[in-house]
Each structure stands twice: as structure tokens, then as C-alpha cells.
């Protein structure tokens, strides 16, 4: 039988948001035209691949299978049309790298610093994503290098990949306030006093209420801003309490820092290489981004790398 790519992409989208819409909106179709393709990727394959429930869908074992070696389809796809591109593309061609806030608020200013003034007839473009959209960026061969969370999709997309620091999320707020005298809190605990937060469609955000699944507390918010530094100046000011990374609190800063008691609050950033990085004609240049990348990050490097076993690897 005859897959299309695009069919692929979109189940590959769906099981990453655990939705049928969520696939949609990856893909820019419409709900009715999504629900279409995957009924006829059902009537193709001769079996279920999903099973649909009120809070979404989950793959049945055939699901899981597939989804498995369309990764493997389309990474090969992207190395072949990688492959053809690199005859063409221009060495001035600028390059892309894709991440998430904490690390475009962390580390990575620092390292777009030391390397574009290092290679001066080099441009880069900084694009902030989920590590979902991340990892099908780079898998497509749409971005050179992209930091992502060490999660499953991260390590299960046939990537190379190696680490680059602790993103581990805390709890801050008002010095000498709420926190005062506390080392750890759930995040049941947590949401019992208001909040602060990033917009609803922002990376951490989206992570956190990822984890917290459909059994998450109720919490209130009383308002969301667009990044780090609003949102750790409102905690500190004593609007609410916010999670936020550990590495995007400056020790100096009057603040009350607590840890965040959850196993999912322990993050680990991973430097991913796309597809095309490994036969572009800037391919020099993606290992000087990438080195300077893991210099801007490395103090973390030394306390948590042996998190990810050390040195680059497929899914580290």
C-alpha cells in the first residue's frame, strides 16, 4: 500500500498532542479535513489506529507502529531531499536554529554574542518552539540545530543529540513571603495561592500543563505575560508565586526559591542536529554555532551530564 508523507507528518502530529484537532492545527488543516485522513490512513492499513475517547485519542499497538517507522520514513526522506539541496543552497544561506523560551531567555543571547561576532559572513535565525515542533523541524530538514527537553518524542526521534544543561523548573516568589522558610513544594501546593504565568501558548506552559495531565489542580492566574523576565519581576514584587527554570533566576535577585517537588520538573536540555546539517555546505559553521551553544551552557554541563550519559548519541 501507498502512504502519503503528509498523512504520516499529521498521525505524527495527532499522537504528539494527544488529539485529532492538535494534529490539525500542526498541519494548518481543518478538523473535518484531518478527520478525513486518518479515516482513510485506517481504510488503507485495514486496521484502527486510534482510539478516539471524550479526552482525546490514544494509538492502539498498530497506532504505535506505525507512528514508530514513519519517524523512520520521514527522516530518511528529509536526509535524501537534504542531500539533493546541498548542491544548491548558498554557502550565505543563514542558519536556523529553533528552541524554547528558557533557552532563548537562558544561555542562548550568550552564544549568539561570542558567534556571530566569530564569523562575521554568517547570519543566524532564532525561531522559539516546543520541543514537538522542534523535532519535526528538524527531522523535515527545515532548521540546522535545535535545543529541545529530554523527553520521549525527543529520544525517540533518531536525532543526534547531546546534552547542554539543567533546565529543571523551581518555585519562586516574594522574598521573605509565601516561600519563607519552605525548601519544597508539590505543585498541588503550589496552586493553592495565586499565580503568575506565560500565555497559554508559551513552551513552558504548555509543558507544565502537559505533565499535569487532565487531573491538574485548579488554578488562578492572575494575569500571564509573554516572558521570563516580566514574570519573575511580578513573583518578586509579590503579585503571585511562578514556576519558572532554575536557570533563568539570577542568584543576586531578591527572591524566594523553593523546589518544585515533581519528577517532571527536572528538565534536561539537549542540542539536536537536524537532517540537512550533516551534508550542508554550512556544515562548519552549524559545528561553531553548536560549540558555542555548548560554551554558553556548560556550567550546567558539569553537574548533569551524566543525566544523559555523556557525549553525543542518537535520543541522549
Same mark, same amino acid.
Given at each position: 500500500?501507498?502512504?502519503?508523507?503528509?498523512?504520516?507528518?499529521?498521525?505524527?502530529?495527532?499522537?504528539?498532542?494527544?488529539?485529532?484537532?492538535?494534529?490539525?492545527?500542526?498541519?494548518?488543516?481543518?478538523?473535518?479535513?484531518?478527520?478525513?485522513?486518518?479515516?482513510?490512513?485506517?481504510?488503507?492499513?485495514?486496521?484502527?489506529?486510534?482510539?478516539?475517547?471524550?479526552?482525546?485519542?490514544?494509538? &492502539?499497538?498498530?497506532?504505535?507502529?506505525?507512528?514508530?517507522?514513519?519517524?523512520?520514513?520521514?527522516?530518511?526522506?528529509?536526509?535524501?531531499?537534504?542531500?539533493?539541496?546541498?548542491?544548491?543552497?548558498?554557502?550565505?544561506?543563514?542558519?536556523?536554529?529553533?528552541?524554547?523560551?528558557?533557552?532563548?531567555?537562558? !544561555?542562548?543571547?550568550?552564544?549568539?554574542?561570542?558567534?556571530?561576532?566569530?564569523?562575521?559572513?554568517?547570519?543566524?535565525?532564532? !525561531?522559539?518552539?516546543? &520541543?514537538?515542533?522542534?523535532?519535526?523541524?528538524?527531522?523535515?530538514?527545515?532548521?540546522?540545530?535545535?535545543?529541545?527537553?529530554?523527553?520521549?518524542?525527543?529520544?525517540?526521534?533518531?536525532?543526534?543529540?547531546?546534552?547542554?544543561?539543567?533546565?529543571?523548573?523551581?518555585?519562586?516568589?516574594?522574598?521573605?513571603?509565601?516561600?519563607?522558610?519552605?525548601?519544597?513544594?508539590?505543585?498541588?501546593?503550589?496552586?493553592?495561592?495565586?499565580?503568575?504565568?506565560?500565555?497559554?501558548?508559551?513552551?513552558?506552559?504548555?509543558?507544565?500543563?502537559?505533565?499535569? %495531565?487532565?487531573?491538574?489542580?485548579?488554578?488562578?492566574?492572575?494575569? &500571564?505575560?509573554?516572558?521570563?523576565?516580566?514574570?519573575?519581576?511580578?513573583?518578586?514584587?509579590?503579585?503571585?508565586?511562578?514556576?519558572?527554570?532554575?536557570?533563568?533566576?539570577?542568584?543576586?535577585?531578591?527572591?524566594?526559591?523553593?523546589?518544585?517537588?515533581?519528577?517532571?520538573?527536572?528538565?534536561?536540555?539537549?542540542?539536536?542536529?537536524?537532517?540537512?546539517?550533516?551534508?550542508?555546505?554550512? %556544515?562548519?559553521? &552549524?559545528?561553531?554555532?553548536?560549540?558555542?551553544?555548548?560554551?554558553?551552557?556548560?556550567?550546567?554541563?558539569?553537574?548533569?551530564?551524566?543525566?544523559?550519559?555523556?557525549?553525543?548519541?542518537?535520543?541522549?
Amino acid at each position: 500500500m501507498r502512504y502519503d508523507l503528509d498523512d504520516l507528518r499529521l498521525f505524527l502530529g495527532i499522537m504528539a498532542e494527544g488529539s485529532i484537532t492538535g494534529g490539525a492545527r500542526r498541519m494548518h488543516l481543518s478538523l473535518p479535513s484531518a478527520s478525513a485522513r486518518v479515516r482513510a490512513l485506517e481504510h488503507n492499513a485495514g486496521v484502527a489506529l486510534l482510539i478516539r475517547g471524550r479526552r482525546g485519542v490514544r494509538p &492502539t499497538p498498530a497506532g504505535t507502529t506505525l507512528a514508530r517507522h514513519a519517524r523512520d520514513v520521514l527522516a530518511q526522506t528529509a536526509r535524501l531531499e537534504g542531500a539533493v539541496a546541498s548542491y544548491t543552497r548558498s554557502p550565505a544561506t543563514p542558519l536556523t536554529l529553533y528552541c524554547g523560551g528558557s533557552a532563548i531567555q537562558g !544561555f542562548v543571547p550568550q552564544a549568539l554574542v561570542s558567534f556571530l561576532r566569530a564569523h562575521p559572513d554568517v547570519d543566524v535565525r532564532v !525561531f522559539e518552539s516546543r &520541543t514537538p515542533q522542534t523535532v519535526r523541524t528538524l527531522t523535515d530538514g527545515g532548521a540546522d540545530l535545535g535545543i529541545v527537553i529530554d523527553d520521549e518524542e525527543a529520544r525517540d526521534s533518531g536525532l543526534t543529540m547531546r546534552p547542554l544543561g539543567d533546565d529543571s523548573l523551581v518555585v519562586i516568589g516574594q522574598a521573605g513571603g509565601i516561600l519563607a522558610g519552605r525548601t519544597g513544594l508539590t505543585y498541588s501546593e503550589v496552586a493553592e495561592h495565586p499565580l503568575v504565568g506565560l500565555d497559554a501558548d508559551s513552551s513552558l506552559r504548555r509543558w507544565i500543563e502537559k505533565n499535569l %495531565g487532565p487531573h491538574a489542580p485548579v488554578v488562578r492566574y492572575r494575569t &500571564t505575560v509573554a516572558g521570563l523576565n516580566i514574570l519573575i519581576a511580578l513573583a518578586a514584587a509579590g503579585v503571585g508565586l511562578a514556576v519558572v527554570p532554575r536557570r533563568a533566576v539570577d542568584p543576586g535577585q531578591a527572591l524566594d526559591v523553593c523546589e518544585l517537588l515533581e519528577p517532571w520538573s527536572r528538565r534536561l536540555h539537549l542540542l539536536a542536529w537536524g537532517a540537512k546539517a550533516d551534508t550542508s555546505p554550512t %556544515g562548519t559553521a &552549524t559545528a561553531a554555532l553548536a560549540d558555542h551553544l555548548g560554551r554558553a551552557a556548560r556550567p550546567e554541563v558539569a553537574d548533569h551530564g551524566d543525566h544523559a550519559g555523556g557525549g553525543m548519541g542518537k535520543g541522549a
